[in-house]
Nanobody, 124 residues
Framework: QVQLVESGGGSVQAGGSLRLSCAASEHTYSTYSMAWFRQAPGKEREGVAAVDTGGRTTYPDSVKGRFTISQDNTKSTLYLQMNSLKPEDTAMYYC??????????????????WGQGTQVTVSS
């Protein structure tokens, strides 16, 4: 099992930016499908960005054009650059991983490795 540790969350005003990081305990580039999910109080966990073993990225319409997922191969670190943040982006953000390619990027039940989460709060 790969261990995942998120960081970079915080509080920001609407329109601001944050970059989340997810440090993996082993090499994940091209080996694991990776994703960022978020969960707001009282809501279901939802996917906001995913990258598979071939480097293909997926975003829901709610964040497309504002969020960017990327990987640093040398550091085994996954990033989520979040721009033009909105109050509705407020949530706990989680990094997830699964060895091999995932064909349904936001099917959270397919991911068997999760980080502890990092809180993002966007004020209006």
């Amino acid at each position: 099992q790969v261990q995942l540790v998120e960081s970079g969350g915080g509080s920001v005003q609407a329109g601001g930016s944050l970059r989340l990081s997810c440090a993996a305990s082993e090499h994940t580039y091209s080996t694991y499908s990776m994703a960022w999910f978020r969960q707001a109080p009282g809501k279901e966990r939802e996917g906001v960005a995913a990258v598979d073993t071939g480097g293909r990225t997926t975003y829901p319409d709610s964040v497309k054009g504002r969020f960017t997922i990327s990987q640093d191969n040398t550091k085994s670190t996954l990033y989520l650059q979040m721009n033009s943040l909105k109050p509705e982006d407020t949530a706990m953000y989680y990094c997830a991983a699964r060895r091999g390619r995932i064909f349904i990027p936001f099917a959270l039940w397919l991911y068997d490795n999760w980080g502890q989460g990092t809180q993002v709060t966007v004020s209006s």
